[in-house]
């Protein structure tokens, strides 16, 4: 399985846009690039997902670089639900049915 | 709400017993992941079923076994356990986890709290 690097804890302010990397030098070609989060007391959260291109949604934005080696998840504006730990995942879907392999994340503060 | 439930929500036994643990996935979810979050393990993949067939398996230890029945519910049997196996259990539930359809999520559940003393 392909190995993604996080930084262990982010800060940021209330309503602040926040930016969390993630390196995966080791990223096939079939691998797609998973987001989840885990709030405090419960189960992992999906957040987005992307192959090649930036990806968005309600909750975020992907931004996969070019070679795609790495991406940075965007939330726009931080609120103080969004505290959590965020888990960067490559998946490799059409071998190995979509399990997640979970690193130690990020875990992200948010002050009011 | 992730759709996905699980009981019991908390678990107390003793080193050597066996429990069971039960997942309904979502409506209309066929595949059913099994993960297992300690403090010095992180969040682990233990097995994973599709329509009733073992899919993929990760680090789960032979005491462990799972299946996934007709109407896709699965369970998780843990057998002689230890001291180490105190952790919280979740089950995970997606659409299709196969090829051109897949949509990347995961929806996972509230988990159950295992305490082996």
């Known amino acids: 399985d392909a190995k993604t690097t996080q930084p262990n804890s982010m800060e940021s302010n209330e309503e602040e846009p926040v930016h969390l990397p993630c390196n995966h030098s080791t990223i096939s070609g079939t691998d797609y690039i998973h987001w989840y989060r885990q709030l405090p007391s419960q189960g992992p959260e999906y957040v987005i997902h992307?192959?090649?291109s930036n990806v968005n949604n309600r909750m975020a934005s992907l931004a996969i670089a070019e070679d795609r080696k790495s991406s940075t998840l965007i939330l726009h504006r931080a609120t103080l639900r969004d505290a959590a730990v965020y888990y960067c995942?490559?998946?490799?879907?059409?071998?190995?049915?979509?399990?997640?392999?979970f690193g130690q994340g990020t875990e992200l503060s948010v002050k009011p | 709400d992730s759709g996905v439930t699980q009981t019991p929500k908390h678990l107390i036994t003793a080193t050597g017993q066996r429990v069971t643990l039960r997942c309904s996935p979502r409506?209309?979810?066929?595949?059913v992941y099994w993960y297992q979050q300690s403090l010095d393990q992180g969040l682990q993949f233990l097995i994973q079923y599709y329509n009733g067939e073992e899919r993929a398996k990760g680090n789960i230890l032979e005491r462990f076994s799972a299946q996934q029945f007709p109407d896709l519910h699965s369970e998780l049997n843990l057998s002689s356990l230890e001291l180490g196996d105190s952790a919280l259990y979740f089950c995970?539930?997606?659409?299709?986890?196969?090829?051109?359809?897949?949509?990347?999520?995961?929806?996972f559940g509230p988990g159950t709290r295992l305490t082996v003393l």
């Open positions: 995942i490559l998946t490799r879907v059409y071998n190995q049915g979509g399990k997640l392999i």
């Open positions: 992307g192959l090649t």
């Open positions: 409506s209309g979810d066929l595949s």
């Open positions: 995970a539930s997606s659409t299709n986890p196969l090829g051109i359809s897949y949509n990347g999520k995961q929806f």
